[in-house]
């Protein structure tokens, strides 16, 4: 077991190597991006690979896990669907709502901090945003 409580198999010890060999290359010659930002901080080697392993995780679940969730939702409401194939134009909001429904990160909370110029009711600024039903593309025009 390594100091992480993951485990030392023959797959985790790759990638712990690969995220090593990052955090020495990203100490060495920082790039615009979060894991040289933390290399330019106090964090030891250790910590910044165990970050790593969080960072990983974070982005592949999320990425690999979404698709499948927006796919079932759309199937699940039918007339959003629809209305989804009759426009296409409204697949950018239909993917941000998609991603507001439906998260794989069930202690997520999404705050306003902004209003869309094509929305029609008031929000009030940095509060959490009420569950609302699915509304992705039916509610939403691409004119």
């Known amino acids: 077991m390594s100091q992480s409580g993951i485990g030392n198999g023959p797959a985790y010890a790759a990638v712990r190597e690969f995220i090593a060999e990052l955090v020495a290359a ?4 920082p790039t ?20 790593g392993f969080v960072l990983l995780g974070a982005g592949l679940d999320t990425t690999a896990n979404m698709p499948a969730l927006g796919a079932f939702a759309l199937l699940s409401h039918p007339g959003q669907l629809a209305a989804l194939r009759a426009d296409p134009g409204i697949a950018d909001h239909a993917v941000e709502e998609l991603l507001r429904y439906l998260s794989i990160i069930p202690f997520t909370v999404r705050t306003a901090l902004a209003m869309d110029a094509n929305d029609d009711e008031d929000l009030e600024l940095n509060r959490t945003l009420p569950d609302r ?7 939403r025009s691409s004119t």
């Not at 990203?26 to 010659?29: F, I, L, M, Y």
């Not at 039903?133 to 509610?139: G, M, N, V």
């Open 26 to 29: 990203k100490r060495a010659e």
């Open 32 to 51: 615009d991006d979060l894991l040289s930002g933390l290399t330019a901080g106090d964090l030891s080697d250790e910590e910044l690979v165990d970050i």
């Open 133 to 139: 039903e699915f509304d992705a593309p039916a509610t």
